[in-house]
């Protein structure tokens, strides 16, 4: 029983910090990288963690789609983009 619910918060864990923490990041990247208040440029630091929060988003969407995708992929090209799983 105990396994169960480990691995169901596991689950749970996993699916709350993809399903509401990739739109987050995303939103924050946005936030960051907008102009500020008297229409001036990003600089330094908002603009370093904004695209370092985009940056984050697109790795995940693309492994997303290599891991949806994989036999697909591995049957066309050869090349399995996950071969540990």
């Given amino acids: 029983m105990?396994?169960?619910?480990?691995?169901?918060?596991?689950?749970?864990?996993v699916g709350i910090l993809l399903g509401?923490?990739?739109?987050?990041?995303?939103?924050?990247?946005i936030h960051f990288l907008s102009p500020a208040s008297d229409g001036s440029a990003p600089q330094g630091g908002r603009r370093v963690l904004g695209w370092i929060f985009?940056?984050?988003?697109?790795?995940?969407?693309?492994?997303a789609i290599l891991l949806i995708a994989r036999e697909r992929i591995e049957y066309f090209t050869g090349w399995d983009p996950y071969p540990f799983l």
């Fill in 20 to 29: 509401a923490g990739l739109p987050a990041l995303y939103a924050l990247s």
């Fill in 2 to 13: 105990l396994e169960l619910l480990k691995s169901l918060f596991s689950v749970v864990a």
């Fill in 54 to 63: 985009l940056a984050i988003v697109f790795v995940a969407v693309i492994a």
